[in-house]
Nanobody, 121 residues
Framework: QVRVVESGGGLVQAGGSLRLSCAAS????????MGWYRQAPGKQRELVAT???????NYADSVKGRFTISRDNANNTVYLQMNSLKAEDTAVYYC???????????????WGPGTQVTVSA
């Protein structure tokens, strides 16, 4: 059973920084991509940043130049360094991992429970 767990959310003032972490574990044959999405109150979930295995990162326009996604492939972990945070970055941040898991090895999206990021103006 694949598990995805985020950590690192919290409350920060505008202009500050936070670093989110996400680890995937259990029954993993291979990981195709890891990424971050967010959902603000009353809004749809949206892509923040993704990084395919062996590929280049992809960012939402709203976070380019401020957020950086990185991966530790040996530990099935993905990070999101968030700098110059704005009030509009306030949301629940979800980790998404596209995994080929045992025994089928078919790719499937797994989600973490989410971590709250609140940026005060």
């Amino acid at each position: 059973q694949v598990r995805v767990v985020e950590s690192g959310g919290g409350l920060v003032q505008a202009g500050g920084s936070l670093r989110l972490s996400c680890a995937a574990s259990g029954g993993i044959f291979s990981i195709n991509a890891m990424g971050w999405y967010r959902q603000a109150p009353g809004k749809q979930r949206e892509l923040v940043a993704t990084m395919p295995t062996g590929g280049r990162p992809n960012y939402a326009d709203s976070v380019k130049g401020r957020f950086t996604i990185s991966r530790d492939n040996a530990n099935n972990t993905v990070y999101l360094q968030m700098n110059s945070l704005k009030a509009e970055d306030t949301a629940v941040y979800y980790c998404n991992v596209n995994v080929a898991a045992w025994p089928t090895r078919r790719p499937y999206d797994y989600w973490g429970p989410g971590t709250q990021v609140t940026v005060s103006a």
